[in-house]
């Protein structure tokens, strides 16, 4: 199946701080990739959908500015976190879309963000 | 969106066969049915997709009865690496992600 790879894998952080996610499809172009973040024993909820060459969608409650997404190539689209706070601690996982008929969802290993 | 209800856990023994039905009582014509398996601190993985009848594949397999309400991902002969949370998502592959709503997901939970 399709290869996405994400990193870093785990990244720790004093509050304030930005920190950057990539998310690269290795094997496919991706035109779009989607960005989910998960609390402990929670489900995966989707944040936004990024788009190659155009701004990203975000889903309600999620704050665009605080949620930076860039998507500036067909293999890598990027999630900036800025001024991290304690509470954007979790696990962010990307995914991109594939198949025939864009069938299926391929994810990304995930990145698990703890702010200090 | 089609809404989908699983168990929220299951417990079995290694060897066995599980099976976890989701439901999906307004699932759409052009909806289809995946399968993903997520382990702890990894992202979901895809398993298994179907329209309807029987699909098989060479870890599962999917049974869609003839209205689509509901689907079961059974899994053969379960090791104690198949512990784990399987989530069923219901949506139009054509569409976007955003129809591609995760539910609660089943954990899974194998036993020696």
């Known amino acids: 199946g399709a290869v996405v790879s994400q990193h870093p894998s785990r990244v720790i952080c004093k509050s304030g701080t930005s920190v950057k996610i990539e998310c690269r499809s290795l094997d496919f172009q991706a035109t779009t990739m989607f960005w989910y973040r998960q609390f402990p024993k929670k489900s995966l909820m989707l944040m936004a959908t990024?788009?190659?060459?155009?701004?990203?969608?975000?889903e309600q409650g999620v704050e665009k500015d605080k949620f930076l997404i860039n998507h500036a190539s067909l293999t890598l689209s990027t999630l900036t976190v800025t001024s991290a706070h304690p509470e954007d601690s979790s696990f962010y996982i990307c995914?991109?879309?594939?198949?025939?008929?864009?069938?299926?969802?391929?994810f990304g290993s995930g990145t698990q963000l703890s702010v200090l | 969106l089609a809404k989908t209800t699983q168990p929220i856990s299951m417990d079995s023994y290694e060897g066995q066969e599980v099976n976890i039905t989701c439901s999906h009582n307004n699932i759409a014509t052009n909806d289809y049915i995946t399968w993903y398996q997520q382990f702890p601190s990894q992202g979901p993985r895809f398993i298994i997709q179907g329209y309807k009848t029987k699909v098989t594949n060479e870890v599962a397999s999917l049974f869609i009865p003839a209205d689509r309400k509901s689907s079961t991902l059974s899994l053969p002969r379960v090791s104690l690496s198949d512990t784990a949370v399987y989530y069923c998502?219901?949506?139009?592959?054509?569409?976007?992600?955003?129809?591609?709503?995760f539910g609660s997901g089943t954990q899974l939970t194998v036993l020696p």
């Open positions: 995914s991109s879309i594939q198949g025939l008929a864009n069938e299926k969802l391929f």
């Open positions: 990024s788009n190659e060459g155009s701004k990203a969608t975000y």
């Open positions: 998502l219901v949506g139009d592959p054509s569409g976007s992600a955003r129809q591609l709503t």
